[in-house]
């Protein structure tokens, strides 16, 4: 099992650049997360997706930032233009089932740089 | 989502037992405790969770009092390997499983 593939893992942008990270679920997992880690801020859930369908995008700081999941293997989340407050680790998260009692499947992350 | 207090930081010795406390009053007769840790320039990763009952698995220990106000994630052996940030979030059962982490306790061991 390669366990939840996200990609790039490191990127590094312009201010008002288009930065687009993406996430490969593990396998059978049918919910979806992204969550983004900074000094100031800690983890934070930006959106989650059940059977491929966005179920609560309350974190997702403004319209800037836009996900989408256009099948069980295949996530994207984009920014659109990015600011160099965006810097930050965004980790993609899966889970074999909804409720209290599954556990999640972290990836590696992407470390994005905004300048 | 009812709220869990942890201290900021905690050290130990190598080869030697941890307990990693966390405060949790305003927990509901239906809230499961999580515990994750994240490694360092690592994403976080699943350790245990239980609902009353104490638990045991491969990893760690979960002791819950019986009042459910508190429980305590038990590293019977640390290893350098060990040290890391550890959440203890709560889930309500309703819920859609969502996590939502606090600041955590970031263990330091020492050889």
């Known amino acids: 099992d390669a366990g939840v593939i996200q990609s790039p893992r490191h990127e590094v942008t312009e201010m008002g650049q288009e930065v687009t990270l993406r996430c490969k679920p593990i396998?059978?997992?049918?919910?979806l997360f992204w969550y983004r880690q900074t000094m100031m801020r800690g983890l934070e859930l930006l959106i989650y997706?059940?059977?491929?369908?966005?179920?609560?995008d309350s974190g997702m700081p403004e319209d800037r930032f836009s996900a989408k999941m256009p099948n069980a293997s295949f996530s994207t989340l984009k920014i659109q233009p990015s600011e160099p407050r965006d810097s930050a680790v965004y980790f993609c998260?899966?889970?074999?089932?909804?409720?209290?009692?599954?556990?999640?499947?972290f990836g590696p992350g992407t470390r994005l740089t905004v300048t | 989502d009812a709220k869990t207090t942890q201290p900021n930081s905690m050290e130990s010795n190598e080869e030697e037992p941890v307990h990693l406390p966390c405060n949790h009053s305003?927990?509901?007769?239906?809230?499961?405790i999580h515990w994750y840790r994240q490694l360092p320039s690592q994403g976080p990763e699943y350790v245990i969770h239980?609902?009353?009952s104490n638990v045991n698995n491969r990893m760690a220990s979960l002791a819950i009092a019986e009042d459910r106000k508190s429980s305590t994630l038990i590293l019977h052996r640390a290893t350098l390997r060990d040290a890391a940030v550890y959440y203890c979030?709560?889930?309500?059962?309703?819920?859609?499983?969502?996590?939502?982490f606090g600041q955590g306790t970031t263990l330091q061991v020492k050889p």
């Open positions: 998260a899966s889970r074999p089932g909804q409720g209290a009692t599954y556990e999640q499947y």
């Open positions: 396998s059978g997992h049918n919910s």
């Open positions: 997706f059940n059977n491929n369908v966005p179920i609560d």
């Open positions: 305003t927990i509901s007769g239906t809230d499961y």
């Open positions: 239980g609902l009353t």
């Open positions: 979030i709560l889930i309500a059962s309703g819920n859609t499983g969502k996590l939502i």
